[in-house]
């Protein structure tokens, strides 16, 4: 290089280059301490897990490497499948039952013609910052149909309500907790979302002599088609992890919930009361991959859409 | 090595003292092999003393830990619930996986410790001085702790079962105490029709409790042979249970409560539920747990599958076992052995704990001791007869802890729902055996 150019050319190229080269490593610095956390809380325990979910840990015979046999084994896992199904189910109920009261409540509060809208707001929101655990023993408490409000209420109207913990009821159930404490929480996002509608556009709907109904068919949900795509993908997380509320539920419904009642408590189960850690690495794996590109094929079909 | 050691115990006779001079000098070929060095190299070990973490939620084990103190000051014993039963074990696993913050000594029941040993995660604990100690506790309890030749813990209580009955309610409808599980189906009905809200027992499906029954009615579902295991859950005694159950399942005469719930000792105590078929530890948890049942409550034999009988079997009761990571084995075994086979064996049942040792069982400051709670009688008597007519020759599955954890998942269904208890049984067996087959076992 040095031989066959000028003596300017190159010197400068090589301070560019430099020059180029210390920016690109001091971006690296600044991003080094997220870097070093993502990778350890992050990178490690997959890498961790996906390490794990090929060996196989025996009381006899001890530990050896098995390749994708756990892979093959879940796939064919009936237990596994069904609980994918339960938490599949709860997603299209449940999910859109939510999202639905959520938007009513936000279109509610943002209408403007509320009262007590503020009270209002804070009162649906209040469930969300009551723990799940708590929540959940709250509720377990009013489903009981022996010493519960349930139970209460059969005994003084002298009903006989089907059993809200019975295999029957418990998903249905379940469904009630997660909405009460989730409707606040996406009320709140679609909420802020309508806020930063520009109030020009309110103005001219309103000498178009648009309807309130018009208003938010043309303008208000268009507008928030973000927050509710954002919204779906989070439940859609949340439904294919559900674990506290039937883990919790499972102390007082034994029966009706089962240790595989969703690929979560599969998952627990197989690690912490059967020592498969290798086989509940696997599911946990398989049902992070379903979840991603069940999330991603939901914002990609969100966005186009919005486009 | 272990006969020689178990020779020498029996001569230096049960004692702390003696168990701890072996386990000082263990291994140790050639050591001068009379009863007076073995007490010298005890003080040694004594002296130097050190701390032990025990893992146990037995509650008369805090006066225990407070005399051994007392008694060898140079030691410090910390106490901690880990946790009841499944809870416990889940996180000793998981200590034991990660090889940290693992106890020296831990309380696991009987129908676990096979899972334990068989993973090699607890001491064969027979060359600490185990093996001299056939003739102190009972024979149930001492074949418990015992696999393939090795003692993998000692016996702390035992669980012998009997009928637990609620007098008030028996007398109000004047239904007689059932002497066999047919009388206890009519009593069931008799109660139920008298008062709807009131049942002969709750059940919602109890793992522990089936598999006691079965083996009351002479079943023996589970056969472990090295690593070879049969389970038949549809042998003559589990079915003659299933037979009985589901009549009560079918007429509805059980109270779905779970055990150890808030309804259930509130049932316990307004009468709502008359009966508990239950281990003899049972006494002090009435005492504590349902004080309003003060006065109300008896002991009767359990009922029989064939009238005139009298064969029993045991429900619960633990064991004190050395986990294989402690490092300080052994003055684990010294707590443990003073625990269960020395004094504190006495503290405990003093504290109403049901013995596992043969000294306190017939002792008749024991035997003849009149219980305020259960209206004066001498409960003791009932309990320690069932102790002697446990049916021999059960054995827990080596993954009993598993199996019992998906129990409502199966048999749990007949309970909730029209699959019949022979049904879920078969599916009780089917998963606990591709379980074991996945474990590494040859089942079936």
Not at chain 1, 145 to 169: A, E, H, R, Y
Not at chain 2, 100 to 114: M, N, T
Request: hydrophobic letters at 45%; charged letters at 15%; a positive charge.
């Amino acid at each position: 290089m040095v031989a066959t150019g000028s003596v300017v050319a190159p010197a400068d190229k090589v301070a560019t280059s430099s020059r180029h080269f210390r920016r690109s490593w001091a971006g690296w610095g600044f991003l080094a301490p997220f870097a070093v956390v993502f990778a350890l809380v992050f990178l490690a325990p997959i890498a961790y897990s996906i390490y794990l979910s090929l060996f196989q840990d025996r009381l006899i015979g001890g530990n050896s490497f098995v390749g994708a046999d756990n892979y093959n084994q879940a796939l064919q896992d009936p237990a596994f499948w069904e609980s994918v199904r339960r938490v599949g189910l709860f997603l299209v109920v449940q999910v859109p039952i939510m999202l639905f009261l959520a938007l009513l409540a936000a279109l509610a509060i943002d209408g403007g013609r509320l009262y007590g809208a503020s009270l209002f707001r804070i009162a649906i929101f209040l469930p969300y910052a009551v723990p799940a655990v708590v929540a959940t023993l709250m509720w377990g408490f009013m489903y009981g149909s022996q010493f519960g409000l349930i139970g209460s209420i059969n005994d003084s109207l002298g009903l006989s309500l089907p059993d809200p913990l019975g295999p029957k009821w418990v998903l249905a159930s379940i469904g009630n907790i997660v909405t009460w404490e989730f409707v606040g929480y996406n009320m709140l996002i679609f909420y802020s979302a309508l806020r930063v509608i520009p109030a020009s556009l309110y103005e001219a709907a309103a000498i178009d002599g648009a309807s309130e109904f018009r208003i938010i068919r043309a303008i208000k949900l268009p507008a928030i088609r973000g927050a509710l795509v954002i919204a779906t993908i989070f439940s859609i997380i949340g439904s294919f992890q559900l674990f506290n509320e039937p883990n919790i539920l499972h102390y007082v419904a034994k029966n009706a919930i089962n240790t595989q009642y969703t690929p979560n408590m599969y998952a627990y189960s197989l690690s912490f009361s059967g020592q498969q850690y290798n086989y509940s690495a696997t599911i946990a794996i398989i049902m992070g991959l379903l979840t991603m590109v069940i999330a991603y094929t939901v914002q990609l079909r969100g966005m186009r859409k919005a486009l | 090595m272990n006969t020689k050691h178990g020779r020498l115990l029996r001569a230096v006779a049960v004692s702390v003292v003696a168990a701890l001079a072996l386990a000082a000098c263990g291994g140790s070929d050639g050591d001068k092999s009379s009863s007076t060095g073995g007490a010298a190299d005890v003080k040694a070990a004594l002296k130097k003393g050190g701390t032990i973490t025990v893992w146990a939620w037995e509650p008369t084990l805090t006066k225990v830990v407070k005399d051994f103190e007392a008694e060898h000051k140079n030691v410090t014993v910390k106490l901690v619930n880990a946790g009841t039963g499944n809870d416990q074990y889940t996180a000793l696993q998981n200590a034991i996986k990660a090889g940290k913050g693992v106890p020296d000594v831990a309380q696991i029941e009987y129908y676990a410790l096979p899972q334990f040993s068989l993973a090699k995660s607890v001491t064969d604990v027979s060359s600490y001085g185990a093996s001299g100690l056939d003739k102190t506790f009972t024979p149930g309890p001492w074949a418990s702790v015992q696999q393939a030749g090795g003692i993998y813990g000692l016996p702390m209580d035992s669980g012998p079962m009997a009928l637990f009955y609620n007098k008030t309610v028996f007398d109000k409808y004047g239904v007689a105490v059932p002497k066999t599980w047919d009388e206890y189906v009519d009593a069931a009905r008799k109660i139920h029709k008298a008062d709807p809200k009131a049942y002969i027992a709750n059940d919602a499906g109890d793992a522990g409790f089936t598999t006691s029954l079965i083996w009351q009615a002479g079943g023996q579902p589970f056969k472990v042979d090295g690593d070879k295991v049969k389970i038949d859950l549809s042998d003559a005694g589990s079915k003659r249970f299933a037979d009985t159950w589901q009549k009560l399942l079918d007429e509805k005469l059980l109270a779905p409560t779970p055990s150890w719930s808030d309804g259930w000792y509130k049932g316990l105590a307004d009468g709502n539920i008359a009966t508990l078929t239950i281990g003899a530890w049972m006494p002090a948890n009435l005492e504590s747990g349902v004080k309003a049942g003060a006065g109300k409550w008896r002991v009767a034999p359990m009922p029989q599958w064939d009238a005139g009988a009298n064969a029993t079997s045991e429900n619960g009761g633990s064991s004190l076992a050395i986990p294989t990571a402690s490092k300080n084995k052994a003055l684990a075994y010294a707590f443990m052995d003073y625990a269960t086979a020395g004094q504190g064996a006495q503290t405990r049942v003093d504290a109403g704990a049901f013995p596992a040792t043969t000294k306190q069982i017939s002792d008749p400051a024991f035997v003849d001791k009149k219980s305020a709670y259960f209206g004066g009688q001498e409960i003791n008597k009932v309990l320690a007869a069932s102790a002697a007519d446990v049916v021999k020759g059960w054995s827990y599955l080596p993954f009993q802890v598993y199996a019992n954890s998906i129990f409502n998942d199966t048999v749990g269904k007949a309970y909730v729902s029209k699959t019949s208890l022979a049904d879920g049984l078969a599916d009780w067996q089917k998963k606990s055996a591709s379980y074991g087959d996945q474990q590494g076992f040859t089942v079936n």
